[in-house]
């Protein structure tokens, strides 16, 4: 089992940004397939932004040309860049992590590994 720390959340107003942070403890072979994801009051967790071992990195189109996904792998820390931020934007964000790759990399239920999450709040 993997233990992720997300951090960085907060409130912002409509047209900034934030940067996330997620701090893996284990060792860097669980952590090949990572996500972030974000659920808000009364939807599903939706999943925005893959990294896989060889870096390479898929967007939801809700967030494409918005965020952007990184990792810091010599540290095992996951980062997600969020710009022109909108209320809607606005939900609890999480990172997942998985040594396999997954099928369908935006499933919440591909990823075994989960942080508590960091909220974010995106006012207008």
């Known amino acids: 089992q993997v233990n992720l720390v997300e951090s960085g959340g907060g409130s912002v107003q409509a047209g900034g940004s934030l940067r996330l942070s997620c701090a893996a403890s284990r060792y860097a072979q669980n952590n090949r397939y990572m996500a972030w994801f974000r659920e808000g009051p009364g939807n599903e967790r939706e999943g925005l932004a893959t990294?896989?071992?060889?870096?390479?990195?898929r967007y939801a189109n809700s967030v494409k040309d918005r965020f952007t996904i990184s990792k810091d792998s010599g540290a095992n820390i996951l980062y997600l860049q969020m710009d022109n931020l909108k209320p809607e934007d606005s939900a609890m964000y999480y990172c997942a992590s998985h040594r396999r790759r997954p099928t369908d990399p935006f499933l919440r239920s591909e990823y075994t590994s989960w942080g508590r999450g960091t909220p974010v709040l995106v006012s207008s």
């Open positions: 990294i896989d071992e060889d870096a390479r990195t």
